[in-house]
């Protein structure tokens, strides 16, 4: 069965610092990883994926995630935080020979001023 | 552009009401979706269409009646709604279905409809 664990509920950070949300996920295939953002009262929006190409993928709005077999995690990173990127993460596992996808819980991130 | 448009924004709905929602893409995708979701929870598979054919249905109640008339197209049909059914509902498509495809077809989500029933 494949899962995902999203470590943290809510992560706060001041604007231009880095911003580190953390997913692990479990799979017995090799699996697709995807990052979802939504900000308030809005759509779910792409921010990147990974699908066994480079293991360090870039996405929009100047984030990026690794994906690190040994340790089953594929965390999304951003070198500058901005007051934009409040919103809330889904991490997000597609599940093989299946038309679900497995989403994490989502991690809230507030960004201060 | 990957775009899905969802109509109405908002909508509010009483419990004898019948209603639609409206889903549309023009991204040439076969595989289209909805999806349920509730405050401060993830979104959760409703229908799946392929080739405008259904092909999942996660259980749900009757009283959601989803339609595909065309490839570019997707309605969710309302009717004898319970307030518990108050939620974002999200439509969203892929270029085929994500089942089996290994390859990571990404699905991409519409701005979702507000659903009160009152």
């Known amino acids: 069965a494949q899962s995902v664990t999203q470590l943290d509920s809510h992560v706060s950070v001041s604007e231009g610092t880095p911003v580190l949300l953390r997913c692990n996920y479990s799979s017995s295939y090799s699996p697709s990883l995807f990052w979802y953002v939504q900000h308030p009262n809005k759509g779910l929006q792409l921010l990147l994926k990974y699908t066994s190409a480079a293991t360090l993928v870039k996405g929009i709005n100047g984030f990026e995630a690794e994906f690190k077999k040994s340790e089953t995690s594929f965390h999304l990173t951003k070198p500058s935080a901005h007051m934009s990127d409040a919103a809330e993460y889904f991490c997000v596992v597609s599940a093989y020979n299946t038309d679900k996808l497995i989403f994490g819980t989502g991690t809230r991130l507030q960004v201060f001023p | 552009d990957t775009e899905v448009t969802q109509t109405p924004k908002h909508l509010v709905m009483g419990m004898t009401n019948k209603k639609s929602l409206k889903c549309e893409q023009h991204?040439?995708?076969?595989?289209m979706y909805w999806y349920k979701q509730k405050a401060k929870k993830p979104p959760e598979l409703m229908f799946v269409y392929s080739y405008e054919k259904l092909s999942i249905n996660e259980s749900v109640p009757s009283r959601f009646s989803p339609e595909c008339p065309n490839s570019s197209l997707l309605n969710l049909h309302l009717h004898a709604l319970q307030p518990e059914d108050s939620a974002l509902y999200l439509c969203a498509s892929s270029q085929e279905r994500i089942a089996g495809t290994g390859a990571g077809n990404t699905i991409y989500f519409g701005e979702g409809s507000w659903l009160t029933v009152v």
């Open positions: 991204m040439g995708h076969r595989a």
